[in-house]
């Protein structure tokens, strides 16, 4: 099992930077595939990006590619989501994920893959 706690939400006007933590505990962590997702007021939670074991495969939705960057630390057991150039529209409660990949060895974007989460993070983005 892993247990994951998310940091480094926050308040940030439109065009700036927010850098996300996900930290894990258990001394697999570098067998799990780490996604991210988010949800906003009023509306389902979206997968925004993932990284393989490795960190040598990433994922990400449309609207964030570019943006966005996840990375990963297994000696550290740390996910980061780094985001740049924010929107309004990305303002959401985020989340990290993950799963077993001896269970899945692919990165899935689907919410129900994923058997472990945090309690969440808020990023807000003014106007």
């Known amino acids: 099992q892993v247990q994951l706690v998310e940091s480094g939400g926050g308040l940030v006007q439109a065009g700036g930077s927010l850098r996300l933590s996900c930290a894990a505990s258990?001394?697999?962590?570098?067998?799990?595939?780490i996604g991210w997702f988010r949800q906003a007021p009023g509306k389902e939670r979206e997968f925004v990006a993932a990284i393989s074991t490795s960190a040598g495969n990433t994922f990400y939705t449309d609207s964030v590619k570019g943006r966005f960057t996840i990375s990963r630390d297994n000696a550290k057991n740390t996910v980061h989501l780094q985001m740049n150039r924010l929107k309004p529209e990305d303002t959401a409660v985020y989340y990290c994920?993950?799963?077993?990949?001896?269970?899945?060895?692919?990165?899935?974007?689907?919410?129900?893959?994923?058997?472990?989460w945090g309690q969440g993070t808020q990023a807000t983005v003014s106007s």
């Open positions: 994920a993950a799963y077993d990949s001896n269970y899945y060895s692919a990165i899935y974007s689907q919410a129900h893959k994923y058997e472990f």
């Open positions: 258990g001394r697999t962590f570098s067998r799990y595939i």
